[in-house]
Antibody, heavy 119, light 109 residues
């Protein structure tokens, strides 16, 4: 069973860069699968941010593409997310998730990491 | 861009009721539709994929149907554990890109 754990600062100032890391255990990122970030503003719905394949192929939500970087560190089995020029609208719980290739669905999720954008 | 619209936004029902949630796509998405359940403070859980395929371990009282632009999630007999928020999700058939509906909150009547 894949396990994921997000980590990162809980508070980011406006205009700065939000950086999150997701530690993956129980499965080697380099073995395959897609990996994704999804976010959820407080009291609101889910928004897919980006997906990366273990080989490095990336896919982005068009509304966020210009500000988002997703990457994998196969040596340390880590998934990362960076969002630049953040505003209050980026305040959300950020989830990392594993995507099962045969269903293209989110099979395993982290517990979520709340990031607040405020000065 | 394809938009996903769920109805209703909130649904009040009682244990034992049969409930249906609808999800409409702004254009045809074939059967590339999934349903997730989310409880407060928890990550979402996959229930249905490919419009009607039940994810392993999901109770059989959950079912999905539809194709093209209109889809439904049906819970045949509500259990106390089913009160949660439900999201539909469109996914691309050829790349891992996703659009969620706005959610339907299922409340106890």
């Amino acid at each position: 069973q894949v396990q994921l754990q997000e980590s990162g600062p809980g508070l980011v100032k406006p205009s700065e860069t939000l950086s999150l890391t997701c530690a993956v255990s129980g499965y080697s990122i380099s073995s395959g699968n897609y990996w994704a970030w999804i976010r959820q503003p407080p009291g609101k719905g889910l928004e897919w941010i980006a997906t990366i394949f273990h080989s490095g192929s990336t896919y982005f939500n068009p509304s966020l593409k210009s500000r988002v970087t997703i990457s994998v560190d196969t040596s340390n089995n880590l998934l990362s997310l960076k969002v630049t020029s953040v505003t209050a609208a980026d305040t959300a719980v950020y989830y990392c998730a594993a995507i099962v290739v045969h269903t293209l669905q989110f099979d395993s999720w982290g517990q979520g990491s709340l990031v607040t954008v405020s000065s | 861009d394809i938009q996903m619209t769920q109805s209703p936004s909130t649904l009040s029902a009682s244990v034992g009721d049969r409930v249906t949630i609808t999800c409409r796509a702004s254009q045809s998405i074939s059967s590339y539709l999934a349903w997730y359940q989310q409880k407060p403070g928890k990550a979402p859980r996959l229930l249905i994929y490919k419009a009607s395929s039940l994810e392993s371990g999901v109770p059989s009282r959950f079912s999905g149907s539809g194709s093209g632009t209109e889809f439904t999630l049906t819970i045949s007999s509500l259990q106390p554990d089913d009160f949660a928020t439900y999201y539909c999700q469109h996914y691309s058939s050829y790349s891992p890109m996703y659009t969620f509906g706005q959610g339907t909150k299922l409340e106890i009547k």
